[in-house]
Structures are given as structure tokens and as C-alpha cells.
């Protein structure tokens, strides 16, 4: 058994270990582990944008897991496992969310913290390299490359007028002042590469050597004494020693390790045979996703990217990114989205709606080869709650995930309100004529218990797991306002399980705001020190 040891140990090299470990490099001199446990990006599939949905669907880089039943059946589950993890393997959407969800996080911390949107958003600026706005919204400086799409394909251009006929209004960006509307889908790809968090922030410190990566690396649990955290254990018995961890690996193994570093709710603890540290009785709770409600319909002729995502199509989209660096893999072939209130278009946003120009299935990969479209409809504010639980006490085990989707009725009746609304989008004057025929609900699912029962058939993932290491004021919160695990010394969660609620849009901007913020909180502790 060998040891080493490092000022800071930080688990998970993901969307949010990227940020912590390069904001530490550059604003401090100490010594930098970043454990990984899966392998480097070297895979060129990450790399060329459209890659994603080969990864996927060979489920290459993930974590490869299965939720319990879900209105009778298992739902499949991953996250990246891989340097870079959500932010090499994601389809690249650049989301941060409403005003009010972080007003919502600030009320989760009351006076104790500042997470508010007008904290945030000079955050997500500074991060930012945008390749059309500057304003006060965005910013040119940053790491991350955000770009619009460099062409909007003829089935999406009719996607954004049959918006348009249905009353919701064409807004250029999403993430400025306000959501509402049909628009391009803003990427974070650059140079017709992905960006990850690895290309954003980390790889000049990988270069230099201030931050020491160990992929392949397992971490077990954290080390913990007389309260105080002092390293990791990992799969081989191998002990790092730290002066502070930060747990990065994300919403299901971040609440996985503590609870087997004897940090979670006590009965659950006691059950698995593991000595009980810190009663924590949220850690594992509060999990959150969004869930995907997916309606399909065949177009006529060859319409969108089905040709390209299947067979012969793929090698000649292949062929032409190599040689010329465009065509439909050069983006993440998803080039619309809408956001809106079914109820009252001028009300902020309550779905979500990519406007996929593929027969997709399980989000993203492409099935059959007859061209089509799939609305992925999505309640943006899920009331549902669900959680992430120990199998047994065997860290090799995968643990048990609940997402609960659909399980307040409040979110069905969201979702099937959607449905509805996709239907008459589908049949406005743009949409219409080149709709052949909706395979998904299907034209004999009407009323709504028929269609509240398709939903449940028909929900999955859109892996975006939040919530399980809860920030907030109150005792029962798994980390404080400055991301500190309750009842232990020198151990923080930064990575997207802290988020109290979930953001309104896709979560890899919003973990990678989060990141720098509570970094810069532990850097000031670290200073004051
Ligand atoms: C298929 C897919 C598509 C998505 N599409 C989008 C999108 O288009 N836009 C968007 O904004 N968001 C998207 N997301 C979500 C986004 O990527 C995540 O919200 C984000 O990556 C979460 O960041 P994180 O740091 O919390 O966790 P992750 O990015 O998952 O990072 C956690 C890291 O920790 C590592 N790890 C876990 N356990 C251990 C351990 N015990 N020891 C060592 N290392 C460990 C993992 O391997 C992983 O690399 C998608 C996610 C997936 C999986």
C-alpha cells in the first residue's frame, strides 16, 4: 500500500471537478490531485461534435446504470465516465436556466450565502467564449466556447415558423433576457470541436503539471478523522492523504461515497453494516431529473438527419467533417429548441422542447432509416423527488437510483398538456404538410388518461440528476451555503448534486457556474487559513 498526499484532493475529473481543479491552479499555489475513474479523452468520437450519439449508443465512457422500477419498468441511467465525464460525453446544449431558479437556491441558503441569478451571471460571463453576443448577458474572454448553430437544417427552419403560427415568439437567445421563445439551440462547440470542461478550463494545467490527474482511479470512500476529512481511499486499498477533498463525482457517486465514508442517514447506514460518522439524513435524497416525453413523427422525403445519423449517411458525414470540417457532424445535430408556458405564452417557461430532426431513442441515438422528427418534451420545475440509496455495503455495487418520474401528478399533467401543444404545433401551417404521419403517442392516444399512461410508458432520463448532496440553511441540508459537508472538517461537494432545485434548461453550464463559485469560496477559506 503506497501514499501519497496533496493540499487538495478533488474526486471526479467531470463538468465541475474541470472548473475546481483549474480555478485552484490558478488562484493558489497548493498541490493539486485530480482522481478520475474513468480513462482520458484521448477516444476522437468525444471530440467531433455529432461523436456523442455513437458514444451513447454503444455506451462507451459511462457509467452504466438502471433505475428501480418506474411505473413498472426499469429506465436505463448513465453518466460520463471519462475525463471531462457529463461535459465530454453530453450532447453539448448550452442552457443556464430561469432567473427564478436561482432565486430559488438563494432562498435555500437565506442570509448565509450569495447564489442568486445576479451572482451567477457574472460567473457564467466569465466562464464564457461566445461566438455571436457580447452584451450584458454574455462574454468573449472565457474558456468555454459557445457557439450558434452554422445552419439551421430545412426541417428545423420549419420548426421555428410552426412556433411562430402557434403564438410563441422567435427569441435569439435563450439565455439573455428572457427564455421564452422558439430558437437556435446555442452549443458549446468550438472550431467545430466539442468544448468540454477538460478543453474549456483544464488542459494548460495538465500541461504545466500543477494539477496531477489519476485517472483510472477509484475512490472508495473519504478518510475521515477525529471530524475531520484527511484523504481517500481507493478501489486498491491505495490511500491519497489530503489537507482538503472535494467530492466532484457527480449526483450519484458523490452521495455514494459519503454515505460509504459513514456520512448519511443513520439507518440506512446501520443497515449496510457501516459505521455511522455524521448523521446526514438528506444525502442520497432530493434527487431530480428531467424527464424526456418523446413525440415522433415520419416526415416526407429525406427532411433532417436521418440519412446522416444511419449507415452509408454517417460515413459520408464523417468523411466530410474530416476533410472540410462541416456538414451534420460538425454540430450536435440538434439545431432548434423552444421554451415555453402552455397555458400563457408571456409566463416564464415550464417545458422545454428540443426539436430533434431524428427518429431519436433514448434521447439521442438514431433508430430506423425513414426520416422523422422527435419532440423531446420536457417539464422544466419537476415537483417529483426521488433518491439514490446504497444496494449493500460492497462499493463495487452500484447504488440504487429512484428519479420517480411522473410522480406527482402536477408534473403528468404538465407533460400531457405538452403533448397536446406539440400536436397543434405539428398540425400549423409550416409543419403540416410535411408531417407524415405521428408515430409517437400515436394518432389513437387522445384523451388525457390515454395519454397520462403513454407518458409514464414513454419517459426517460435526460440525465440530468441534481439535488442528492442538498445545499441550504437548514440542518438537515447535506453541504452549507459555502458548499461544506455538515460535520466534517476540510469536505466539500461541488459538482451538480448540491443544486437545492434543478435549474430551468440543461445542467452542464449551470454545474460549471456552480463549480467556480463555491471554488472561489474555498480559495477564500483556504487564504483566511
Ligand atoms: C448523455 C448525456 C447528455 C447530456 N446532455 C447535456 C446537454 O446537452 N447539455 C447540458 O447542459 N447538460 C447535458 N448533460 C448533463 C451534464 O453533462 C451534467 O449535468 C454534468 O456533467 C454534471 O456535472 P458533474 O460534475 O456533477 O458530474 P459529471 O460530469 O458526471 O462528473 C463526475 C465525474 O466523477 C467521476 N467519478 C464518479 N465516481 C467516482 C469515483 N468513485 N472515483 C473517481 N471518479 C469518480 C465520473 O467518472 C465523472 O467523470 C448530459 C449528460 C449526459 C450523461
Same mark, same amino acid.
Given at each position: 500500500?503506497?501514499?501519497?498526499?496533496?493540499?487538495?484532493?478533488?474526486?471526479?475529473?467531470?463538468?465541475?471537478?474541470?472548473? +475546481?481543479?483549474?480555478?485552484?491552479?490558478?488562484?493558489?499555489?497548493?498541490?493539486?490531485?485530480?482522481?478520475?475513474?474513468?480513462?482520458?479523452?484521448?477516444?476522437?468520437?468525444?471530440?467531433?461534435?455529432?461523436?456523442?450519439?455513437?458514444?451513447?449508443?454503444?455506451?462507451?465512457?459511462?457509467?452504466?446504470?438502471?433505475?428501480?422500477?418506474?411505473?413498472?419498468?426499469?429506465?436505463?441511467?448513465?453518466?460520463?465516465?471519462?475525463?471531462?465525464?457529463?461535459?465530454?460525453?453530453?450532447?453539448?446544449?448550452?442552457?443556464?436556466?430561469?432567473?427564478?431558479?436561482?432565486?430559488?437556491?438563494?432562498?435555500?441558503?437565506?442570509?448565509?450565502?450569495?447564489?442568486?441569478?445576479?451572482?451567477?451571471?457574472?460567473?457564467?460571463?466569465?466562464?464564457?467564449?461566445?461566438?455571436?453576443?457580447?452584451?450584458?448577458?454574455?462574454?468573449?474572454?472565457?474558456?468555454?466556447?459557445?457557439?450558434?448553430?452554422?445552419?439551421?437544417?430545412?426541417?428545423?427552419?420549419?420548426?421555428?415558423?410552426?412556433?411562430?403560427?402557434?403564438?410563441?415568439?422567435?427569441?435569439?437567445?435563450?439565455?439573455?433576457?428572457?427564455?421564452?421563445?422558439?430558437?437556435?439551440?446555442?452549443?458549446?462547440?468550438?472550431?467545430?470541436?466539442?468544448?468540454?470542461?477538460?478543453?474549456?478550463?483544464? @488542459?494548460?494545467?495538465?500541461?504545466?503539471?500543477?494539477?496531477?490527474?489519476?485517472?483510472?482511479?477509484?475512490?472508495?470512500?473519504?478518510?475521515?478523522?477525529?471530524?475531520?476529512?484527511?484523504? +481517500?481511499?481507493?478501489?486498491?486499498?491505495?490511500?491519497?492523504?489530503?489537507?482538503?477533498?472535494?467530492?466532484?463525482?457527480?449526483?450519484?457517486?458523490?452521495?455514494?461515497?459519503?454515505?460509504?465514508?459513514?456520512?448519511?442517514?443513520?439507518?440506512?447506514? @446501520?443497515?449496510?453494516?457501516?459505521?455511522?460518522?455524521?448523521?446526514?439524513?438528506?444525502?442520497?435524497?432530493?434527487?431530480?431529473?428531467?424527464?424526456?416525453?418523446?413525440?415522433?413523427?415520419?416526415?416526407?422525403?429525406?427532411?433532417?438527419?436521418?440519412?446522416?445519423?444511419?449507415?452509408?449517411?454517417?460515413?459520408?458525414?464523417?468523411?466530410?467533417?474530416?476533410?472540410?470540417?462541416?456538414?451534420?457532424?460538425?454540430?450536435?445535430?440538434?439545431?432548434?429548441?423552444?421554451?415555453?408556458?402552455?397555458?400563457?405564452?408571456?409566463?416564464?417557461?415550464?417545458?422545454?422542447?428540443?426539436?430533434?430532426?431524428?427518429?431519436?431513442?433514448?434521447?439521442?441515438?438514431?433508430?430506423?432509416?425513414?426520416?422523422?422528427?422527435?419532440?423531446?418534451?420536457? +417539464?422544466?420545475?419537476?415537483?417529483?423527488?426521488?433518491?439514490?440509496?446504497?444496494?449493500?455495503?460492497?462499493?463495487?455495487?452500484?447504488?440504487?437510483?429512484?428519479?420517480?418520474?411522473?410522480?406527482?401528478?402536477?408534473?403528468?399533467?404538465?407533460?400531457?398538456?405538452?403533448?397536446?401543444?406539440?400536436?397543434?404545433?405539428?398540425?400549423?401551417?409550416?409543419?403540416?404538410?410535411?408531417?407524415?404521419?405521428?408515430?409517437?403517442?400515436?394518432?389513437?392516444?387522445?384523451?388525457?388518461?390515454?395519454?397520462?399512461?403513454?407518458?409514464?410508458?414513454?419517459?426517460?432520463?435526460?440525465?440530468?440528476?441534481?439535488?442528492?448532496?442538498?445545499?441550504?440553511?437548514?440542518?438537515?441540508?447535506?453541504?452549507?451555503?459555502?458548499?461544506?459537508?455538515?460535520?466534517?472538517?476540510?469536505?466539500?461537494?461541488?459538482?451538480?448534486?448540491?443544486?437545492?432545485?434543478?435549474?430551468?434548461?440543461?445542467?452542464?453550464?449551470?454545474?460549471?457556474?456552480?463549480?467556480?463559485?463555491?471554488?472561489?469560496?474555498?480559495?477564500?477559506?483556504?487564504?483566511?487559513?
Amino acid at each position: 500500500m503506497s501514499q501519497e498526499a496533496y493540499d487538495i484532493v478533488i474526486v471526479g475529473a467531470g463538468a465541475g471537478g474541470c472548473v +475546481v481543479a483549474s480555478y485552484l491552479a490558478e488562484h493558489t499555489d497548493a498541490s493539486i490531485a485530480l482522481i478520475e475513474a474513468g480513462d482520458t479523452d484521448s477516444d476522437p468520437f468525444i471530440h467531433i461534435p455529432a461523436g456523442f450519439a455513437k458514444i451513447l449508443a454503444h455506451d462507451r465512457h459511462v457509467w452504466k446504470y438502471e433505475t428501480v422500477p418506474q411505473h413498472g419498468t426499469k429506465r436505463a441511467y448513465r453518466s460520463g465516465k471519462v475525463l471531462g465525464g457529463g461535459s465530454s460525453i453530453n450532447a453539448m446544449a448550452y442552457v443556464r436556466g430561469q432567473r427564478r431558479d436561482f432565486a430559488a437556491w438563494q432562498d435555500a441558503v437565506g442570509d448565509t450565502g450569495k447564489w442568486s441569478y445576479d451572482d451567477l451571471l457574472p460567473v457564467f460571463k466569465a466562464q464564457e467564449h461566445n461566438d455571436t453576443f457580447h452584451d450584458e448577458y454574455h462574454g468573449i474572454g472565457g474558456g468555454l466556447a459557445v457557439q450558434q448553430p452554422k445552419g439551421i437544417n430545412e426541417l428545423n427552419q420549419y420548426c421555428l415558423k410552426a412556433f411562430q403560427e402557434y403564438g410563441i415568439p422567435y427569441n435569439p437567445d435563450y439565455n439573455g433576457e428572457s427564455q421564452i421563445g422558439v430558437s437556435p439551440v446555442q452549443s458549446t462547440v468550438g472550431h467545430q470541436r466539442r468544448c468540454s470542461a477538460v478543453d474549456a478550463y483544464l @488542459r494548460p494545467h495538465l500541461a504545466s503539471g500543477r494539477v496531477t490527474l489519476l485517472t483510472g482511479n477509484t475512490v472508495v470512500r473519504v478518510l475521515v478523522e477525529n471530524k475531520r476529512a484527511v484523504g +481517500v481511499e481507493l478501489m486498491d486499498n491505495e490511500m491519497i492523504m489530503a489537507g482538503e477533498v472535494v467530492l466532484s463525482a457527480g449526483s450519484v457517486h458523490s452521495p455514494k461515497i459519503l454515505m460509504h465514508s459513514g456520512i448519511g442517514p443513520t439507518g440506512q447506514l @446501520r443497515q449496510h453494516g457501516i459505521a455511522v460518522i455524521v448523521d446526514s439524513p438528506e444525502v442520497g435524497e432530493n434527487l431530480h431529473d428531467h424527464a424526456i416525453v418523446p413525440v415522433r413523427a415520419h416526415v416526407k422525403g429525406d427532411l433532417g438527419y436521418q440519412a446522416a445519423a444511419h449507415g452509408l449517411g454517417t460515413v459520408k458525414a464523417g468523411l466530410r467533417y474530416l476533410v472540410t470540417k462541416d456538414g451534420p457532424a460538425s454540430g450536435n445535430g440538434i439545431e432548434t429548441v423552444s421554451h415555453w408556458n402552455p397555458s400563457d405564452f408571456a409566463a416564464e417557461p415550464t417545458i422545454q422542447c428540443y426539436h430533434v430532426p431524428i427518429i431519436a431513442t433514448g434521447g439521442v441515438s438514431p433508430t430506423g432509416d425513414r426520416s422523422g422528427i422527435t419532440f423531446e418534451l420536457v +417539464v422544466l420545475q419537476p415537483k417529483s423527488r426521488g433518491w439514490v440509496r446504497l444496494a449493500d455495503n460492497d462499493p463495487t455495487s452500484m447504488p440504487l437510483i429512484n428519479p420517480n418520474f411522473m410522480g406527482e401528478e402536477e408534473d403528468l399533467r404538465a407533460a400531457v398538456e405538452s403533448v397536446h401543444a406539440i400536436r397543434e404545433v405539428m398540425a400549423q401551417e409550416s409543419l403540416a404538410p410535411v408531417i407524415q404521419q405521428e408515430i409517437d403517442p400515436g394518432s389513437h392516444i387522445q384523451s388525457d388518461a390515454e395519454i397520462g399512461e403513454w407518458v409514464k410508458r414513454a419517459v426517460a432520463t435526460m440525465f440530468h440528476p441534481v439535488g442528492t448532496c442538498r445545499m441550504g440553511q437548514d440542518a438537515r441540508a447535506v453541504v452549507d451555503a459555502r458548499l461544506r459537508v455538515r460535520g466534517v472538517d476540510g469536505l466539500r461537494v461541488i459538482d451538480a448534486s448540491i443544486m437545492p432545485n434543478i435549474t430551468s434548461g440543461n445542467t452542464n453550464a449551470p454545474t460549471q457556474a456552480l463549480a467556480r463559485h463555491g471554488t472561489g469560496m474555498l480559495v477564500e477559506d483556504l487564504k483566511r487559513t
